[in-house]
């Protein structure tokens, strides 16, 4: 059997300064609809004035290794890859949303509009057409249309078709050339890193040996690959300092 | 008797000016249910209330899926009563076999339509699930064995428990004919066939019972084994789906034999007996959910997880509290109403006569209020403000309330009525409770900090369900229109 | 001949159902997300609905005549 990598993600909370910079990238890079954030970041806050904390928490897919998602999916749309990225074939979905509802980490995201009008700008809209001249500006990835894995499967890629779910790739496209998913690749801090455990060099192996972990929400079993140093989970007493309810 | 020629039994192809009011109006909901299903195909589920978990503080299971273990949990009606009469050989419930069995059929078919109608893919759904499917997700156990085996398992047992009336009924002229003869296929009324009859309807009762409980319970699992979400992840889940399954069953059973009594010509044959029994089962199987609901509730609020606690507070005290103790006024109420007729008959003596005239106004007073209730609180018709919509809410509960006690001695004494009404209460809290289970433990649960949200259905998803049920009413008229909902006696078919 | 005929219906039914769920469809493990045999569950639902017919061809045949 080949040797396979084993993903997994990194992230330093004592690096984060909560910018976003990963949510914006991702949203670029993969093209996801509006109001949708594949990546994530929580601006918690604790204590109450003038003893408080401010604290951010970049919240990924976590890709677990017993992912509640894949169990539930009732096609097999949503599947566990050897190399431990949990995909998502949007040419099988069948949007039944029981992914998204089986996941204690709420990482997913259902495209309920059609795709024209699932983006920040209608483009077919007038007004915007008075602008754009009836153009659509080039903003979607061509990698994302291609099959990924070893079982050439859909999975890259977000909006592009109404009524399937979708979620965090870890940049599938971007990973099977040897980079970095786009998130990690745009932090400012290096406060995201991603690598391959098995690899006893790589920086998240490196990190995870360096510095005590923990993994949210360990106590479901879910055993995610996202692991967060330099911090604590969130408390009962974390509160989002604006709660985020963009809806469409 | 000559014109007694042409004619079949329990009104079967004969079309009253009623009954094509009634056609063209369950057509008229069908349509606009369709149309609204039409939106939902071209826009994309954003139509609906539903809206993703986590950000964007919604639900993403809603009435769809509510309705859709609703109709599944009707479906249990029909062959535990044919069951029951074979197992423990209770002939006195034969008149309401049939008419059970056809409630499962039509609640299955219901079931299976809601949840397409959920799909964000539909089309694609109906072929990848018979190409994919995993047995590993409990969505599998609801496909095969509720929508495809237990359907299947009920159109064969109403197939061939028909096959004697069939035959019967094909022995005189009318324009069915040739369809009692082909669904007779041959069938004689001897002693012999008439033991292997009973012979292969037994053995398929007792094989579609297991098939029955897996099947509810498959259900049940697709919200019990989740962990991620509290307020699901319980092991009280299939037992419960089970039990509330006959709640809603007999319930709805009960109202549909009571219209039967009222409209059929031959209406004694079903008797009050049926009533009797029937509302006893209904009594103890609420009873017992209730025995779920406590035990479940005392343990949640006692030492439940911060998440699970929440969600309970929640639909005990704060924004599912009205829904909540409503199901629950349903569910006592109906209990309350099934155990009138046990009191002594001196007691029963001494309650003052009442017309039901009365209690019923002030009843239909009070849903009118709660409608415009709930127009305004789905934002479809909100022409008041929110003091008043408010005062509306409290007055139409006392309206309830006054009326309910104002129909008391109506339903003591009349045991057709009590089943009727407890029917009734028990669907409304049956409901209640699929939309508590359904949505809080999105909107509230969540285990990462993410805050509440809030789920509020629209006019498609309503729509939706509406035309559901009409057409639910509608097959399940039509089907009795060309078939006897009854058993139909030797000394039934004419002149003889 | 019409029991034979029920029962093999019954045991060919359940069979399919047991093989197709165990053996034909998905493995367990969600690393495998694809069917050993495409339409695995078409299959199951038919070992379902044989197990049911075997009781309409229990009743619709006829006894075996005696000439």
């Known amino acids: 059997m080949t040797a396979v990598a084993r993903y997994a993600m990194v992230i330093d909370l004592d690096r984060c300064t909560g910018c976003r910079a990963c949510m914006m990238a991702c949203k670029v890079e993969n093209n996801t609809p509006e109001a949708n954030f594949w990546m994530y970041v929580f601006r918690f806050e604790e204590g109450q004035y003038p003893n408080t904390h401010i604290w951010f928490m970049p919240r990924p897919c976590m890709h677990c290794d017993n992912p509640p998602c894949a169990k539930v999916c009732p096609v097999g749309a949503r599947y566990k890859r050897l190399d431990g990225l949990v995909a998502t074939d949007w040419d099988r979905c069948i949007g039944c949303r029981y992914c998204e509802v089986a996941c204690p980490y709420g990482v997913n995201y259902f495209n309920w509009k059609k795709p024209s009008k699932n983006y920040y700008l209608d483009w077919q809209d007038e007004d915007v057409q008075k602008v754009t001249g009836g153009a659509v500006p080039p903003y979607r990835n061509p990698d994302l249309d291609q099959p990924y894995g070893v079982e050439r499967r859909r999975t890259a890629g977000g909006g592009r078709l109404m009524g399937v779910i979708e979620k965090c790739t870890f940049c599938v496209h971007r990973v099977e050339r040897g980079q970095q998913p786009a998130c990690v690749q745009n932090c400012p801090l290096f406060a995201l890193h991603f690598g391959d455990l098995d690899d006893p060099n790589s920086t998240v192996s490196q990190l995870l040996r360096r510095k005590p972990s923990f993994r949210l929400l360990e106590e479901l079993g879910t055993e995610p690959r996202v692991y967060y140093v330099g911090g604590h989970p969130p408390s009962t007493e974390s509160r989002q300092i604006e709660e985020v309810k963009a809806r469409v | 008797m000559a014109e007694q020629q042409g004619t079949l039994p329990y009104g079967i192809g004969r079309f009253s000016a009623r009954l094509f009011t009634l056609i063209a109006g369950l057509l008229l909901l069908v349509a606009w249910g369709l149309f609204a299903y039409s939106r939902q195909l071209l826009e994309g589920l954003v139509v609906t209330g539903l809206r993703d978990i986590g950000t964007m503080g919604g639900a993403a299971w809603g009435l769809y899926i509510t309705f859709d273990v609703y109709f599944v949990g009707v479906s249990f009606a029909g062959i535990t009563v044919a069951a029951l009469i074979r197992l423990f050989h209770l002939d006195h419930l034969r008149p309401v076999s049939r008419m059970a069995e056809a409630l499962t059929i039509t609640a299955l078919i219901l079931a299976a339509f809601s949840v397409m109608a959920d799909l964000g893919q539909p089309l694609r759904g109906f072929v990848n699930l018979f190409r994919y499917a995993r047995p590993q997700s409990p969505f599998f156990g609801t496909f095969t064995l509720v929508i495809a085996g237990y359907l299947f398992a009920s159109l064969v047992y109403l197939y061939l428990d028909g096959r004697r009336d069939a035959a019967l009924l094909a022995r005189r002229p009318s324009r069915l004919q040739g369809f009692y003869r082909l669904w007779a296929a041959g069938y004689r009324d001897t002693p012999a066939e008439r033991a292997r009859h009973d012979r292969v309807t037994l053995w398929l009762a007792l094989a579609i019972v297991p098939l029955l409980v897996t099947a509810h319970s498959t259900l049940g699992f697709v919200f019990g084994i989740q962990s991620g979400r509290p307020g699901w992840y319980s092991t009280l889940q299939a037992p419960g789906f089970v039990v509330m399954a006959g709640v809603s069953g007999i319930g709805l059973l009960l109202i549909i034999a009571a219209i039967m009594r009222a409209i059929l010509p031959e209406g004694e044959r079903v008797h009050r007996g049926i009533f009797r029994w029937l509302g006893t089962l209904l009594l103890l199987l609420i009873v017992a959910y209730l025995y779920f609901m406590v035990a479940e509730l005392l343990t949640t609020m006692y030492a439940g997880s911060r998440h699970e606690t929440e969600i309970s507070r929640s639909l005990l005290a704060g924004e599912f509290a009205w829904l909540f103790w409503g199901s629950v006024a349903g569910l006592v109420l109906g209990a309350l109403v099934l155990s009138l007729r046990f009191l002594p008959a001196s007691f029963q003596a001494r309650i003052p006569t009442i017309s039901p005239r009365w209690g019923m106004v002030l009843g239909i007073g009070a849903l009118i209020l709660i409608g415009l209730r709930a127009l305004q609180g789905l934002d479809l018709f909100s022409p008041f403000s929110v003091t008043t919509a408010r005062w509306l809410a409290w007055l139409a509960v006392a309206l309830a309330l006054i009326a309910f006690l104002l129909l008391l001695p109506f339903l003591t004494r009349n045991v057709v009525a009590a089943g009727v009404a407890a029917g009734i209460l028990v669907n409304f809290a049956a409901i209640g409770k699929r939309v508590l289970l359904v949505v809080p433990s999105q909107t509230q649960g969540m285990l990462l900090p993410y805050g509440p949200g809030w789920y509020k259905p629209t006019w498609v998803e309503i729509s939706i369900i509406v035309g559901l049920f009409a057409l639910g009413i509608l097959l399940y008229v039509l089907f009795f229109k060309i078939f006897p909902v009854m058993e139909v006696h030797p000394t039934e078919e004419g002149a003889e | ?67």
């Open chain 3, 1 to 67: 001949m019409r029991t034979v005929l029920t029962i093999s219906m019954i045991v060919v039914g359940f069979a399919l159902q047991i093989t197709s769920y165990f053996f034909l469809a998905a493995p367990w493990n969600p690393l495998y997300s694809n069917p050993r045999v495409p339409f695995a569950p078409a299959l199951f639902i038919l070992g379902v609905m044989l197990v049911f017919l075997a009781a309409v061809v229990y009743e619709l045949l006829p006894e075996k005549q005696v000439q």
